[in-house]
């Protein structure tokens, strides 16, 4: 247990000191520590997950130790230690020794000058509570149910109070599997079946099942690797149907990269027609061409581009795009915990701008009768039913539609067609669909 302590540590300075989440600095961790036992990587995931989905009010319990709340002036190691050292106390069922093997252990990377200077918080720490008594309504929901502040705020100013309270309340959601009929068929999650993995189909959409208990192992199997099936969330598997691309379309799919997506899309069509998928990073886009062979893609092409500016592609119109812009994230908070405390008002309002250029650029690539379906993982209004709003109030060649699968609620600002997922509701990630189509020059 002490090495998996000792690994989450340096996975959280990761996370910390160059801004990657929580898989990125778990895999420079392990390689730069030379982890190879899958019991330590896996007890170190599962202890940075949880210090990172906790931040805020292990922040604040460590901040009631030191004066004038200097937690964030403490030097990286430092903040990174009492975070786990918080955790391992107040969430875990950790012994004393075990606490005092992991103090020691930090002493031996840590210098003993520097462990001192924090002594006074590591003895206090145990007896730390947190006085809800004098805390509003918004900073005990902020601190109970691990979320920002701020996002609690806006919530309850933008949201009604059932809203407000489905997307406060925390959850596990489970994994999906969306087989790859390029590869294979359903036949696969019978023999996934046998091999001690449980599913449940899920009905309302094409070869989607919701995986049941522990996915340990899923990632290893041969099928997996082979791309006969893949992980992909119920909520973006829903993007593609309800795009419900024709098998001779010509598909403009715009920040396509890593590829999840234009992979469903090349198997609805049958590898059929073409699909042209432009992203403005090179690096996803090397990540992008490794997911279409995996998957056995052969009818799409891939164009570094940057969508906000006028660019062209090689056809005059096409049948369908569909735009999944840069978004905040907010609908996977459950999912990615470190994106929470990275996350501010002020980003959305600069995602919304960009989002804003990306669709009105991408709309002069549709011809008439085509179809543009919109679709980000953030739940917030202004990323969301603010843009399908004032890019229709600017085009009027283009109407919102009905969509052919609809599992979500109906979008906001009168925007009725389009549809919201939530996570504690539709147990999946939380995303907004929007389906347009030109129906006019």
């Known amino acids: 247990m002490s090495e998996a302590w000792f690994v989450a540590l340096e996975a959280l300075n990761w996370v910390e000191l160059d801004g990657k989440n929580e898989d990125s600095a778990l895999r420079k961790t392990f390689k730069k520590l030379k982890i190879k036992n899958n019991e330590v990587s896996n007890q170190a995931s599962n202890i940075l997950y949880a210090v990172l989905k906790r931040k805020n009010t292990i922040d604040y319990l460590i901040n009631l130790t030191l004066e004038s709340h200097l937690l964030e002036r403490l030097e990286v190691g430092l903040r990174s230690f009492l975070r786990l050292y918080t955790y391992m106390i107040h969430y875990t069922e950790c012994s004393h020794i075990e606490s005092q093997q992991f103090i020691n252990q930090i002493r031996n990377v840590l210098d003993d000058k520097k462990l001192k200077s924090i002594l006074t918080t590591i003895n206090l720490i145990s007896s730390l509570k947190i006085p809800w008594g004098q805390l509003s309504r918004e900073e005990k929901l902020a601190y109970k149910n691990f979320l920002p502040l701020w996002y609690v705020n806006y919530l309850y100013r933008t949201f009604d109070e059932q809203t407000a309270a489905d997307l406060i309340q925390p959850i596990d959601a489970p994994k999906y599997v969306r087989v790859n009929q390029l590869k294979g068929d359903d036949a696969v999650i019978n023999w996934l079946t046998s091999k001690g993995f449980q599913f449940k189909v899920v009905p309302e959409l094409n070869h989607t099942y919701c995986l049941l208990g522990d996915s340990t192992g899923l990632t290893s199997t041969k099928p997996y690797r082979e791309g006969i099936f893949i992980l992909q969330d119920k909520a973006s598997i829903l993007v593609s149907e309800v795009a419900a691309p024709k098998q001779n379309d010509i598909v403009l799919d715009v920040c396509a990269a890593p590829g999840v997506k234009t992979s469903h899309l090349a198997a609805i069509m049958s590898n059929q027609g073409k699909i042209i998928s432009i992203d403005s990073n ?144 539709h147990k999946c990630d939380g995303f907004f669909i929007a389906k347009l189509e030109k129906y006019q020059l």
């Open 282 to 425: 090179s690096r996803r886009l090397a990540s992008w061409k490794r997911l279409i062979n995996k998957m056995g893609v052969t009818n799409a092409e891939s164009m570094l581009v940057d969508a906000t500016s006028d660019y062209k592609i090689p056809t005059e119109e096409v049948n369908l795009i569909i735009l999944d812009p840069p978004c905040s994230g907010t609908g996977t908070f459950n999912k990615i915990p470190s994106s929470k405390w990275r996350v501010t008002q002020k980003l959305i309002e600069e995602n919304a701008n960009i989002q804003k250029i990306l669709i009105e650029k991408a709309s002069t690539h549709l011809k008439k009768g085509g179809f543009l379906v919109y679709s980000t993982c953030s739940i917030t209004i202004e990323e969301n039913e603010e843009v399908i709003k004032n890019f229709l109030e600017t085009h009027p060649g283009f109407r919102l539609v009905e969509p052919n699968y609809k599992l979500g609620k109906k979008g906001l600002l009168g925007l009725e067609e389009a549809q919201r997922l939530y996570p504690s509701v």
